[in-house]
């Protein structure tokens, strides 16, 4: 009886604390950054009671993001998977009908394919001889504008012709006569994307630039929001850097470029007399009206974008400028309302990526939604917008506000439940004064378990540094799935992100001060900014303080460890870091970036490749460092990392190398992310015991 008894008690305490163990929060880590669902390319239907939108989940097995269809009513509701087939699936696009045209590669290659959102199974609708790299659906001329790559002047039948025969080849050896013979992390092979014409009677693709060797989109990173169509249907206007004028490697003279859909290949350019970058086409809604982005500065990535309007009669152009409260901002993703009166775009602002509305007669510019990192704008009716929004305790879900503003309403929850068992840091940003007296802002992200009380009775917590990339970029209020500040927050830091001179989002001014001063103002900001961190926030260990940084952020760290500031810190994880910027010109494949930033070429009178040049500071070295690169990065190539390694270990130095064959300039691959965070948590903790 007694046993009984036992038994019975033991049962009962197992079945009570099951509920709870089950709902027991845990820390923040890189398995909960690879749980999230991803949101992105959401579109509207054309009744508006709907969006569509592209999930990526995580498929630890096949170590890959796999991508489905998704829908939404737009007022709110229950989220619908409509794909769920193995293979990849994305870029969904309303059919007038109401269906949904999309990507899959199902069939074996890329093609479009068409499900009915009410139910049914998927129909493949394109047969290309090829893969489709992107799809948009025009809907005036009853027929598809596809991507795809091809030998320019060979067609897709010379294209096939010319791989089997290179496939049958026992040569391996590649040649090149130009640069860029290779770029981020593909060796040129002669191909180039190409903008086809599919109509929907016959499905026959008609080149639309047979002969052009150039790509549409651009590489790496161009979509087709690049490309627009003319309001009548007759041309197509697209974004591209063509020879002569145009040098792949060394200039930035991307032009916009018309040409007739007949297929004739007769190209026009529209803004020849702009030497600087012009982009992001978009018409008006009553189509009188071309719209596009435009910088001043030939050479400069970095310059600011201003919206340029053509008027598309007669050619003449107006300017309109981005500009709140004084700062001067880059605007992206043009929307403008059916009249045609107003524009949305996002832009960075103050640590955010803000929606804003312009007044086209005034150029008056106003926040719309503030706070954030938001993106992709589409107008829901006449009066809302439908966009995605993450910031730093969230990924992206999808979001509608009225276009005058007030409260976003969540439409989308994907991740709610997930994020409700993670312990995570609360986001605080602060303002210091930093270089020039001027004003510097920053974030930090408190520990997960940080409380007044705790503080107060004199708990302090170790404090990671994070250095941002670019440099013109920022460590904004964001969901970073490789540098996410609250991954080091579950590994029991406090993170701290300095937005120094050169960031974006501050006005140009701000941003241009980091141009011939990679290694003075912003360092003095960073410097700054962590004594006025830790002034203001006494429960961060100053004696417990890492650093860690990727690309220009990788720069900074070899360059701030041949300093007297490196005394600061206990250890150092040095990403993609450029060890000596003199040879990193000869090595990376975007010319016009260190031309820009340094004076020119490295042989050029006044150059200042060796100004600010961590490779002449390696004595001073004594921070143990992981130092971590990647093969496949032809930004900053991997004997960069290697001769950081090679420079602690000589000296003595404790360190240790982590180097990834299959990944760039990013670490991607699911397995390999996990593998990163386990070497960079590890190695900072060690220290900071």
């Not at 799935?481 to 001014?509: C, E, K, M």
């Not at 820009?596 to 961590?614: D, F, I, K, R, V």
């Amino acid at each position: 009886m007694k046993s009984r008894l036992i038994l019975s008690l033991c049962l009962v305490l197992v079945a009570a604390a099951a509920p709870a163990q089950t709902d027991q929060k845990h820390p923040f880590s890189v398995h909960d950054m690879l749980a999230m669902d991803r949101i992105s390319d959401p579109q509207v239907s054309p009744d508006g009671k709907w969006v569509a939108y592209t999930v990526r989940t995580t498929d630890l097995e096949a170590n890959r993001g796999r991508t489905d269809i998704w829908i939404s009513p737009t007022e709110g509701g229950e989220p619908r998977r409509l794909t769920t087939h193995e293979a990849a699936d994305w870029n969904a696009r309303w059919c007038l009908d109401g269906k949904l045209f999309f990507l899959s590669t199902r069939g074996g290659g890329s093609q479009i394919w068409k499900i009915d959102p009410s139910g049914g199974e998927a129909v493949q609708v394109t047969r290309l001889a090829l893969d489709v790299g992107e799809f948009r659906v025009v809907p005036d001329l009853h027929a598809f504008l596809v991507t795809m790559e091809v030998y320019p002047g060979l067609g897709i039948q010379g294209t096939l012709d010319r791989d089997a025969e290179l496939a049958q080849a026992k040569t391996t050896g590649l040649t090149y006569d130009e640069l860029m013979f290779r770029h981020w992390d593909t060796w040129e092979d002669g191909k180039r994307n190409h903008l086809f014409l599919v109509p929907g009677e016959t499905m026959e693709p008609l080149d639309l630039m047979p002969g052009l060797d150039a790509d549409v989109p651009t590489k790496p990173w161009g979509g087709l929001e690049e490309v627009a169509v003319s309001p009548d249907g007759s041309e197509v206007i697209f974004t591209a850097k063509i020879l002569p004028g145009s040098e792949p490697a060394w200039s930035t003279d991307y032009d916009l470029y018309a040409v007739p859909t007949d297929g004739s290949g007769a190209l026009r350019c529209l803004t020849e007399t702009n030497q600087a970058w012009d982009t992001e086409p978009v018409f008006t809604p009553d189509g009188s009206t071309l719209a596009f982005l435009a910088m001043d500065r030939p050479g400069f990535e970095a310059d600011r974008f201003h919206i340029k309007l053509m008027d598309w009669a007669t050619g003449q152009l107006r300017r309109i400028d981005l500009v709140h409260e004084g700062l001067d901002l880059t605007p992206h993703g043009l929307v403008f309302s059916p009249d045609g009166k107003t524009i949305f775009c996002t832009a960075g602002y103050l640590g955010q990526t803000s929606i804003f509305r312009i007044d086209v007669a005034t150029s008056r510019a106003e926040p719309v939604v503030r706070m954030g990192r938001n993106m992709s704008l589409s107008l829901l009716g006449k009066d809302r917008l439908l966009f995605g929004q993450q910031h730093l305790q969230s990924p992206t879900e999808l979001y509608v506000v009225k276009t005058s503003g007030g409260e976003p309403k969540q439409i989308t929850d994907l991740n709610g439940e997930k994020l409700s068992r993670c312990l995570m840091g609360e986001p605080e940003q602060f303002t210091f004064e930093g270089w020039n007296g001027e004003t510097v802002y920053a974030y930090v992200v408190k520990p997960y378990d940080f409380s007044e009380v705790k503080a107060f009775a004199g708990q302090k917590w170790p404090v990671a540094f994070l250095v941002h990339g670019g440099p013109q970029g920022s460590f904004g209020n964001d969901f970073h799935y490789r540098w996410n500040p609250q991954a080091y927050v579950g590994a029991g830091f406090a993170t701290l992100a300095i937005d120094f001179h050169g960031s974006t989002g501050y006005g140009q001014a701000f941003t241009d001060a980091i141009s011939g001063h990679w290694g003075d103002r912003p360092l003095e900001d960073l410097e700054k900014g962590l004594a006025a961190a830790l002034e203001k926030y006494p429960w961060m260990d100053s004696q417990k303080v890492v650093a860690a940084g990727a690309s220009y952020g990788g720069y900074m760290i070899n360059w701030m460890h041949g300093q007297p500031f490196s005394h600061k810190f206990k250890a150092f994880v040095c990403h993609d870091g450029n060890l000596d910027e003199r040879m990193a010109y000869f090595d990376t494949e975007e010319l016009w970036f260190p031309e820009w930033e340094h004076g020119g070429t490295p042989w050029a009178e006044g150059s200042q490749y060796g100004l600010h040049n961590p490779a002449d500071h390696v004595q001073n070295w004594h921070v143990p460092t992981l130092v971590v690169h990647g093969a496949l990065d032809y930004r900053v190539v991997d004997t960069q990392g290697l001769s950081t390694f090679t420079a602690l270990r000589r000296q003595g130095v404790p360190a240790r190398l982590l180097y990834f064959p299959d990944e760039n300039h990013w670490v991607l691959k699911p397995h390999n992310s996990i593998q990163w965070h386990d070497e960079v948590m590890a190695w900072l903790t060690r220290w900071t015991r």
